[in-house]
Structures are given as structure tokens and as C-alpha cells.
Nanobody
Framework: QVQLVESGGGLVHPGGSLRLSCITS????????IAWFRQAPGKEREGVSF????????AYADSVKGRFTVSRDSDKNTVYLQMNSLKADDAAVYYC?????????????????????WGQGTQVTVAS
């Protein structure tokens, strides 16, 4: 079983920063790609960032490039999403998700059907 526990969401002013955490297992970090998704009310779920199981490949949605950074701390079995220069449009429930590294990602990483395990989500609110 792969479990993902998210934290770090909250209320932030526009231009502020948050760091989301996705605590998982050593096994998951070794054998699963980890992606962050978000979903805002009235919007489709959107792939935000991707980190390969080998931690040598990352990807970002165009809307967050240059502002968000995904990383991990293997000693803590945690994947992070550092979010800077937050905008109102970034407000959403953020989820981390895990896909086996052998999953067929020929269609791209940002397809939620690739991901077998999901965290519970953490709310990010950006408001003045």
C-alpha cells in the first residue's frame, strides 16, 4: 500500500508563499512518480508538477513555471511543493498522487488516470 499524507495548505495573501508537504514511504519514493494536482471549484483538475521516482525529471504546468518547485527529502520520505508568488488563480485543493514508474505515460504526466494513489488534499486559499 502507498499512502500519501498532505499538509501545508492554508491562507496566504497574493504574492505570498506556501510549502506543501506530501509524506509517503521509502517504497513509494523509490518506485513511484509523484505528481501534484489541484482542483478549484468550477474548474477541471489540473496537473501542477511532476517528480520522477528517480528524482531526475521534473515537469510543471505552464501556469506555475518559475513560481513552483517540486523537490523531495528522501530522509523524511516527503515530497514538497514550494509555491511562491501565489496568485488568486492558484487557490485550489492540492493533491499529491503516486503512479508506478512503469506506468504508461506516453500521453504525458498530467493525466489523473495514471495515478493509483492520492492524498486527501490540502486547501490553499489565496486572498487579500
Amino acid at each position: 500500500q502507498v499512502q500519501l499524507v498532505e499538509s501545508g495548505g492554508g491562507l496566504v495573501h497574493p504574492g505570498g508563499s506556501l510549502r506543501l508537504s506530501c509524506i509517503t514511504s521509502e517504497y513509494a519514493l523509490k518506485y513511484y512518480n509523484i505528481a501534484w494536482f489541484r482542483q478549484a471549484p468550477g474548474k477541471e483538475r489540473e496537473g501542477v508538477s511532476f517528480l520522477s521516482s528517480t528524482a531526475d525529471h521534473t515537469a510543471y504546468a505552464d501556469s506555475v513555471k518559475g513560481r513552483f518547485t517540486v523537490s523531495r527529502d528522501s530522509d523524511k520520505n516527503t515530497v514538497y511543493l514550494q509555491m511562491n508568488s501565489l496568485k488568486a488563480d492558484d487557490a485550489a485543493v492540492y493533491y499529491c498522487a503516486a503512479a508506478p514508474f512503469w506506468a504508461d505515460d506516453s500521453g504525458g504526466w498530467a493525466h489523473d488516470g495514471l495515478y493509483d494513489y492520492w492524498g486527501q488534499g490540502t486547501q490553499v486559499t489565496v486572498a487579500s
